[in-house]
């Protein structure tokens, strides 16, 4: 899996910069993905020592969080929607301590959520989405430990792949 994200960020990355010349975004581009494998080989052993049993319940629980949050964004808007549906999942945690683990699946499905109709035109996009979020999560959660950002941008990778994809089909 890992060697998936690095070819595609590869060809996402520098691709590009290869045509354009080398500017800020290609260095920090580059410094990303050194950080990334630098991460990797770092928590590959700690991996190994902590396998996570409940990988299906994480699976399900930011599936569940993009679902909720997408239907709650009609109502309240994409940005209070998330944080509803974040704070629930904080409050489940500080209340029930065995739901600890939960809230952070949960807030990243809501980052899937928050996407607009506009991308989204039906249940089926939404659900792939999370889905791949979920996996994503699944595969990146003990790597960029400390490191602002992880939760959005599995989402933001997410959705565009499905983009990508219907923009593939489409056209």
Known sequence: ???IILLFSLLFLFLPQLHTGFNFLGITSIATLLIFIYDYIKSAEDKKRNPHPLLMLDLMLVITGGIITFYLAKITGAALASGLVGFTAFLM???YKQLLFAQFPIFCGSFVGMTSPVFFTGFT????????AAILYIYVKNHFIGFGGKLGSIAFTSVLIIILLKMV???
């Not at 996009?125 to 791949?132: G, K, P, R, T």
């Open 169 to 171: 089909v489409y056209a």
């Open 1 to 3: 899996m890992y060697l």
């Open 125 to 132: 996009e939404l659900l792939l989405a999370s889905l791949i």
């Open 93 to 95: 945690g500080r209340l």
